[in-house]
Each structure stands twice: as C-alpha cells, then as structure tokens.
C-alpha cells in the first residue's frame, strides 16, 4: 500500500488544535470547497445523531463531488481509535465505503511548547487491482493540495 505524509507547526497549543480536530466541523472548515463535501450524517458510538466529539466508534456518513464533475461519491468513515496523552495525541478514521480500496488516516498531535506540530499520515490503495497499485505514487497530485490546504487552513482558523 502506498504512504501519503504531511506535517505543519501551528502556533496554537495542543488543547485548541486538538478540540478543533474533534469536531465534524473541523472536519467541514479543513475540506477544500472545490471538493463540494456534503456531511450526510454522524451517528456516535453509541447512537445518539450528531455527537459534540468524534470518539472511537462515531460513523460519519459524506458525499463529496470533487470540481463539480461526474456523480456525488459516498464515503463512509469510522473512528478507530483516539487518544490523548500529556503532549500528544491522535485519532485514526477508516473509510469503510468510498473510492478507495484501503483508507487508513492517522492525525497526529504533538505539543511543542505553545505550538503544536500537526502531521496526517495516510494508508491507502487505489481500486483496479495490479493497475491501482501501478499507479497508486501518483494520487500524491491529488492529496498534496488538498492537505496543503488542511495544513493553512488550520494555522489560519487556529493562530
């Protein structure tokens, strides 16, 4: 499977970055518009619709439709795991229905001292087979303006 990496300082501390990124809003404001994201539903691990927290077991239900071009693609996300330790933290989402044939994203946090180092680490392989993993380097054209925009976005709604 292929590996996409990025990592960005934000000059906020972990508390602010990390409460951002554990709310779908988070979630809303960091998704470029050209990829026109629809949020269908979040159900919380136990049930209850719409969960102030994205925990461990929350489902988030989405549409995105990049550029406007072709038909609403469905993606289906779970939060595997989350956890917060003094000066780090993390939460990883699978997608368990979507374009891709593996999706693993691991957001990670780490203080340093009154700023915060914010890295995403994605897991992924394409559909098609041999010919998706032929060619899964190449969705790094894909990934890196839209976490480019993830990463600015955070320092401008969080510094």
Do not use: C, K
């Not at 779970?78 to 957001?107: K, N």
């Amino acid at each position: 499977m292929a590996v996409y990496q990025r990592r960005t300082r934000v000059a906020a501390p972990l508390s602010e970055v990390w409460e951002f990124h554990s709310r779908v809003s988070g979630l809303e404001a960091l998704t470029p518009g050209w990829m026109n994201l629809r949020v269908e539903s979040v159900i919380g691990p136990d049930g209850d619709p719409d969960p102030g927290i994205l925990e461990t077991g929350s489902r988030i239900d989405a549409s995105m439709r990049p550029f406007g071009v072709g038909p609403r693609q469905r993606w289906t996300s779970v939060i595997t795991a989350r956890e917060r330790e003094d000066g780090s933290a993390y939460f990883r989402d699978e997608m368990e229905g979507g374009p891709f044939r593996h999706w693993e994203h691991t957001h990670r946090f780490f203080a340093d001292g009154t700023e915060t180092v914010v890295d995403d680490r994605v897991v992924y392989a394409l559909p098609f087979g041999a010919v998706g993993e032929a060619v899964s380097r190449l969705a790094r054209i894909g990934f890196e303006p839209m976490f480019r925009y993830r990463h600015r976005r955070t320092r401008a709604l969080l510094e």
